[in-house]
C-alpha cells in the first residue's frame, strides 16, 4: 500500500511540474481528436441517416466531457493532495531540525522569499515578520562587523558556481549574538539566471564558544607552559646558593603574584627555617624566624607532599588558627599557600606565599607554583651540589698551596702568610694565629692577626686553648663565648674558636687557631681543618728545616770559596810573587831572556787568576736564573766571563720557553761546568752554545775549537767535571754524551724530555 501511495505522489508531483502539465494537455487533446474521430464514425456508421444522430453526437460529446472532466478533477485532487502532504512532511521535518530553511533573492539585502518555523527560536521573528518585511532581512540578522565579509564569499561562490559555507555572528530580536552555520546555493531557471538562493542556517554558539574556550585555555597553558620555561631557564643559569634562592623568589613572581613569599628548610631539630626571603618584613627579622615543624598544615606539605592553601587566615578553621599561632610577625596576610619542596624524592623544605586578599589562592594558582617548585628543587640540589664541590675544589687548591710551598722551598714567613690566608678562608674565620711548640711550658706566636691578634710573642701552654690542643693532640672546638674567658691566647672579642694540633710525624710542634666565624664552626669545619692542618704542619715544618739548612748552607758555601781561593786565586797571586822576584833577579843579573820567560810565566798567570776571580764573582752575583730564565742566564754567563777571556762567543736558540725551575738550574750548571773546562783547558778561540726546544725536549749543546782531548782517559781520571755533569743529567732524567779527539775540539750535549 505504501508503495502505491509513494508511486501516486511521485506521479502527482511530476503532472504538477510544468512538463507534466503540458502532457496531461497534449494527452486530452489527442484523446479528444480520438473520441470525435471514432465516436461520430461509429454512430454514423450504427444508425446511418437517422435524424437522431446530431442529437447522439452532442450527447456523446456531453459524455467525452463529463468524462474528461471527471478524470481531470481526480488527476488535479490527487495532485494537490500529494503537494499538500509533500508540504506537510517538509513543514514537520523543517520544524523538527533545529534551526531554519529558507529562500531568499539575491540583491543587496537579501529579501526574504521563505523562512521555516525554525526562525523564531533562532532569530526571534517569525516566518511572516522575515517574508513580509515586518522584521529582519537575512542581511539585517548578519553582525553589523560581518556583513561585508559574508556578502562577498557568498558572491565568489555564486560566480563560480558552487554552494557556500559560512559561520558568522547574527543579532537576534532581542539583541542577542549567536554563532550561525549558513549552508546554502543558489537556485537557477531554465534559461540558467540565478533566481533566488536556498540555504539552511543552524545555531552553533555552544560549539564556537566552546571552541574559543578551548582555545583560550590552550594558549593560556601555553603562555603559562612558556612562563615556567622562561622562568626555569633564569633559575638554572644560577649556581650559588644564596644568589639562586634570591632569583626563585624573583621569578615566582613573575608565575604568581604574592606579597609575601619564603623558601623553608627542614632542620635535625625538626624546625622549618627561613632561608630566602621577599616581603614586607626586614631580612635580618624574616631570616631567623624559625617554625614547629609538628603543625598539622606543616605536616601535610613535608610529609605527606601535598599542596595546602588557607583561604583566609583569619577564619576559625583548624589550619587558620594554627597559621595565626605559629605566625610571629605584622605582616597582613590574609590567604596562604604552601607547596612542597622535593629534591631526590625526599622533602626538604616548602615554597611560602602570602597574599593580603583573602580568598586570593586557587587550584589553579597551586598547580603553577607546584609545576615551578619541581624545577626549583633541582636548581636548588644543583647549587648545593656545586658549593659542596666548591668547597671541595677549595679544599684541594688549599692542600695543594701547601704541596707547593713544600716543593718550592719557600722560606718560612712565606709559608706562615699562606697558611693564615688558606684557614681562613677555607673555614670563613675572622681571625687566625699559629704557635710553634718545642714541647716546653711555653709557646712561641708565629703568626696572627684579625680577631686573632695575640699582642705577645709567647703564651703558656697550661692557660691557652692552643695549649689543650697540643697536650691533647685533638681539636678544641669552643663555640659558647663563656668558656673563653680567661684563655691567654684568645684577645677580648673572641665568641667561637676551633683550635686544632699541628702534628708531623706522631710529633705535636704547634697548634693553629682559628676564630669568629659567623653562625658558629661546624663538624665539617673540624674535618676540613684538620686536613689541612696535617699538611700545613708538614710545610711549616719543612720550611724551618730549611731554613736551618740555609744557615748551613751558607756556611758551607763560604768554606768552598775559601778553598776556591785558596786552591787558585790564592796559589796564582803566590806563583805572581815567585815570578816577578825571578825577573827582578834576572834583570839584575843581566839575563834578559831569562827575565823575558818570566814575565810570560807571570802574565799567563795572572791571567788564569783573573778568569778564576770571575767565575768566583758570577757565582756570588744574584741569580739571573730564577729571575730571568736560562737563556738570560747564559748570556749573562758569556758575557761576564768567557767574552772577557778573549772567546768568540755565540748563543743559538731555537723555539725558547720556560721551563721548571728546577730543570732550568739543572741545564744552567752543566753549561757552566762545561764552559769553565773550555776556559781553563781548551785553549779555544770559538765557542758556540745552543738551546732548541720543541714540544717534548730541550737540548743544550757546548762546543769549542780547542785542543780536545781523550773523554774516557778524562773520566777515569775523575778530572775536568765531567763526574758532576754526570750527576745533574741523571737528576733531570735526561742524556748526554761528549765528543772530543786531540786536536779536534770538543762538543758537549745534553736532551732533556719536559
Known amino acids: 500500500m505504501g508503495t502505491k501511495d509513494n508511486g501516486a505522489r511521485d506521479a502527482a508531483r511530476w503532472l504538477w511540474t510544468r512538463r507534466g502539465g503540458l502532457a496531461l494537455l497534449a494527452a486530452y487533446v489527442l484523446l479528444g481528436a480520438a473520441w470525435l474521430l471514432f465516436a461520430r464514425r461509429a454512430l454514423a456508421a450504427w444508425i446511418p441517416g437517422s435524424s437522431l444522430l446530431p442529437y447522439l453526437e452532442i450527447a456523446a460529446d456531453l459524455l467525452f466531457l463529463l468524462v474528461t472532466a471527471g478524470l481531470f478533477f481526480f488527476v488535479v485532487r490527487r495532485v494537490v493532495l500529494a503537494r499538500d502532504e509533500s508540504q506537510r512532511i517538509l513543514g514537520t521535518l523543517l520544524s523538527n531540525v533545529p534551526g531554519m530553511a529558507y529562500r531568499c533573492l539575491n540583491m543587496p539585502g537579501w529579501p526574504m522569499q521563505f523562512a521555516s518555523q525554525g526562525s523564531l527560536a533562532l532569530t526571534g521573528y517569525s516566518p511572516d515578520e522575515l517574508t513580509r518585511g515586518a522584521g529582519a532581512s537575512v542581511q539585517d540578522l548578519i553582525h553589523p562587523d560581518e556583513r561585508p565579509a559574508i556578502w562577498a564569499q557568498v558572491q565568489a561562490a555564486l560566480a563560480a558556481g558552487e554552494s557556500f559555507h559560512l559561520t558568522y555572528r547574527i543579532l537576534t530580536a532581542g539583541g ?26 543552524t545555531d552553533v554558539t555552544e560549539r564556537i564558544l566552546a571552541q574559543q574556550t578551548s582555545e583560550l585555555e590552550v594558549r593560556e597553558r601555553t603562555y603559562e607552559l612558556a612562563t615556567l620555561l622562561e622562568v626555569s631557564r633564569h633559575v638554572a643559569g644560577t649556581l650559588e646558593l644564596e644568589p639562586l634562592l634570591r632569583q626563585i623568589l624573583k621569578q615566582l613572581q613573575t608565575v604568581v603574584a604574592y606579597d609575601s613569599a619564603a623558601i623553608l628548610r627542614t632542620t635535625a631539630g625538626e624546625h622549618l627555617v627561613v632561608q630566602a626571603y621577599r616581603g614586607s618584613l626586614p631580612q635580618d627579622q624574616a631570616l631567623h624566624l624559625r617554625f614547629p615543624a609538628h603543625r598539622a598544615y606543616y605536616q601535610r606539605v613535608v610529609l605527606q607532599q601535598e599542596p595546602v592553601i588557607i583561604p583566609d587566615v583569619h577564619d576559625e578553621t583548624p589550619w587558620a588558627r594554627e597559621y595565626r599561632a605559629a605566625l610571629d610577625s605584622p ?14 624524592g625526599q622533602t626538604v623544605g616548602m615554597l611560602s606565599l602570602g597574599h593580603f586578599e583573602p580568598n586570593h589562592y586557587s587550584a589553579h594558582h597551586q598547580r603553577l607554583v607546584r ?8 636548581a636548588i640540589d644543583n647549587a648545593e651540589l656545586y658549593e659542596d664541590s666548591r668547597r671541595r675544589v677549595a679544599e684541594i687548591e688549599s692542600l695543594q698551596r701547601i704541596t707547593t710551598a713544600l716543593l718550592e722551598k719557600l722560606k718560612l714567613h712565606e709559608v706562615l702568610d699562606i697558611v693564615y690566608l688558606e684557614a681562613c678562608q677555607l673555614t670563613m674565620a675572622t681571625g687566625c694565629a699559629l704557635f710553634f711548640w718545642d714541647g716546653g711550658s711555653m709557646m712561641d706566636v708565629a703568626q696572627s692577626g684579625g680577631a686573632l691578634q695575640v699582642e705577645t710573642g709567647h703564651v703558656p701552654v697550661t692557660r691557652s686553648f692552643a695549649g689543650r690542643a697540643v697536650l691533647s693532640g685533638r681539636p678544641v672546638l669552643i663555640d659558647d663565648a663563656r668558656e673563653l674567658s680567661g684563655a691567654t691566647d684568645l684577645p677580648p672579642g673572641v665568641e667561637t674558636m676551633l683550635a686544632m694540633p699541628l702534628r708531623v710525624q706522631g710529633s705535636t710542634v704547634g697548634a693553629l687557631n682559628v676564630a669568629n666565624k659567623p653562625g658558629g664552626f661546624t663538624p665539617e669545619d673540624v674535618r676540613i681543618l684538620s686536613l689541612f692542618a696535617d699538611a700545613a704542619a708538614l710545610a711549616l715544618e719543612n720550611a724551618r728545616l730549611n731554613e736551618k739548612v740555609g744557615q748551613m748552607a751558607v756556611v758551607e758555601e763560604r768554606q768552598r770559596l775559601a778553598r776556591e781561593l785558596h786552591d787558585s786565586v790564592t796559589q796564582a797571586l803566590y806563583s805572581i810573587a815567585l815570578y816577578a822576584e825571578a825577573t827582578r833577579l834576572a834583570l839584575a843579573t843581566g839575563k834578559v831572556g831569562v827575565a ?34 736560562l737563556v738570560s742566564a747564559l748570556q749573562a754567563r758569556l758575557a761576564a766571563v768567557e767574552t772577557r777571556a778573549g772567546l768568540l762567543t755565540h748563543l743559538d736558540v731555537e723555539g725558547e720557553k720556560r721551563l721548571s725551575l728546577a730543570v732550568d738550574t739543572e741545564l744552567f750548571w752543566i753549561a757552566v761546568e762545561a764552559l769553565n773546562n773550555v776556559v781553563k783547558h781548551a785553549r779555544a778561540t770559538n765557542l758556540e752554545v745552543r738551546l732548541a726546544y720543541d714540544d717534548h725536549t730541550v737540548n743544550l749543546e757546548v762546543c769549542d775549537d780547542g785542543i780536545g782531548f781523550d773523554p774516557e782517559t778524562a773520566r777515569q781520571g775523575g778530572g775536568m767535571g765531567l763526574g758532576g755533569i754526570e750527576e745533574r743529567v741523571q737528576r733531570i732524567h735526561g742524556q748526554w754524551e761528549i765528543r772530543s779527539n786531540p786536536g779536534e775540539g770538543t762538543a758537549v750535549r745534553v736532551r732533556v724530555q719536559v
Open 176 to 201: 542577542e549574538e549567536k554563532w550561525v552555520w549558513d549552508q546554502g546555493r543558489g537556485v537557477y531557471g531554465s534559461d540558467g539566471r540565478l533566481v533566488a538562493l536556498e540555504g539552511y542556517i
Open 331 to 344: 605582616e597582613p596576610i590574609r590567604c596562604w599557600m604552601g607547596i612542597p619542596l622535593i629534591i631526590r
Open 371 to 378: 609545576s615551578f617548585a619541581i624545577d626549583v628543587g633541582l
Open 596 to 629: 823575558t820567560e818570566n814575565l810570560k810565566e807571570l802574565h799567563a798567570t795572572a791571567r788564569e787568576a783573573m778568569l778564576d776571580m770571575r767565575m768566583l764573582i758570577f757565582e756570588l752575583r744574584p741569580p739571573v736564573l730564577a729571575k730571568e730564565g
